[in-house]
């Protein structure tokens, strides 16, 4: 699909990026409600804020309203949704079932990932599958797309049209293999990188500068992940309870340092740092807002850290 720019997509998303624009995705909030309206009230509040919603996948391996139907719900309001699908839960059956129908409803972003583990959740006595990992997950969306077949080689009558995208952590030892790591899903078939949330800018500027290096922001639009902290409680809870975040002491000691009905201004003044620092490394083509309970930092966030207007496509523009 080309827009009026001549910009090549197949989503709203992927062809924001291809046009050179600075992307901003943001993480839709986990609900554990059966009433669509749920989701509604998180979609209203980023609509027009941000260029697409991540839906997550049982996130930390707790299970909440399903991927799919909350992406389906945010394309009933108007706002384009990432679904991301984990290996955990689904044999290659089916993963390849809900892709199909996720694109039968309107999905155009895919982020394919392996899974928290469900020992980090709380069903820990749940079975886990992961009869593929996000490698093989990200060449299996691939073959459904640009061969038209199932992993097994039987013709898809229409295969689904999706921008395929994958995370990468550049935190977690080892560090050095985590750009080869994020190489290794991009020639998989990743078009589109979500990076863990960036609190070290120090190993952040590494990893880009390595990445950039191998040749892999010139394959792969990558956009780093931003959170807002609301006190020094989150940020220990970052630092010690999720696997794989790098915060630095000294940024815990500053927020220490803020009276406590002054935390949350505080993170957003960190977040909106962050947001500057990462937007200013080579390579770096957006940004994935996170804030645990709290969509309306988010939002602010976007406001403060100049984040808006969204750009707009030319036939988005003409028909205005």
Not at 17 to 34: I, K, M, P, Y
Not at 124 to 138: C, M, T
Not at 252 to 261: A, G, L, N, V
Request: proline share 6%.
């Amino acid at each position: 699909m080309t827009d009026a720019n001549g910009a090549i997509g197949r989503s709203r998303l992927e062809r924001l990026l291809r046009a050179g624009q600075f992307a901003v995705t943001a993480e839709l909030q986990t609900t554990d409600s059966a009433d669509p309206g749920s989701v509604f009230e998180l979609a209203e509040l980023l609509r027009g804020k941000v260029d697409a919603v991540n839906c997550t996948d049982n996130s930390a391996a707790h299970p909440h309203i399903s991927a799919v139907a909350a992406a389906r719900l945010l394309i009933d309001r108007d706002v384009e949704p990432i679904v991301q699908f984990t290996c955990r839960d689904r044999n290659r059956l089916g993963l390849q079932a809900d892709i199909l129908g996720a694109a039968a409803l309107g999905v155009r972003n895919l982020c394919c990932m392996t899974g928290d583990d469900v020992t980090a959740g709380d069903h820990p006595e749940a079975k886990p599958i992961y009869d593929l990992d996000s490698l093989h997950l990200l060449r299996m969306v691939r073959i459904l797309r640009d061969q038209g077949t199932y992993l097994s080689g039987r013709k898809l009558t229409e295969p689904p049209d999706v921008f395929v995208g994958a995370v990468e952590n550049p935190f977690a030892p080892p560090l050095d293999f985590r750009p080869l790591r994020m190489g290794k899903k991009i020639e998989a078939g990743a078009e589109f990188i979500q990076l863990q949330l960036v609190f070290n800018l120090e190993v952040m500027r590494v990893f880009a500068d390595r990445a950039g290096e191998l040749g892999l922001l010139e394959r792969a639009f990558v956009l780093p992940s931003v959170y807002v902290p609301r006190s020094t409680r989150a940020l220990r809870y970052m630092r010690d309870a999720v696997p794989g975040i790098d915060v630095p002491e000294t940024m815990i000691e500053r927020m220490e340092r803020t009276p406590r009905d002054r935390q949350e201004e505080e993170g957003l003044l960190i977040a909106h740092e962050i947001i500057q620092a990462v937007r200013a490394m080579p390579g770096m083509r957006g940004v994935h807002l996170i804030s645990i309970g709290g969509d309306d930092l988010v939002v602010r966030l976007i406001e403060e850290a100049g984040l808006l207007p969204r750009p707009k496509l030319a036939v988005e523009v003409a028909s205005a």
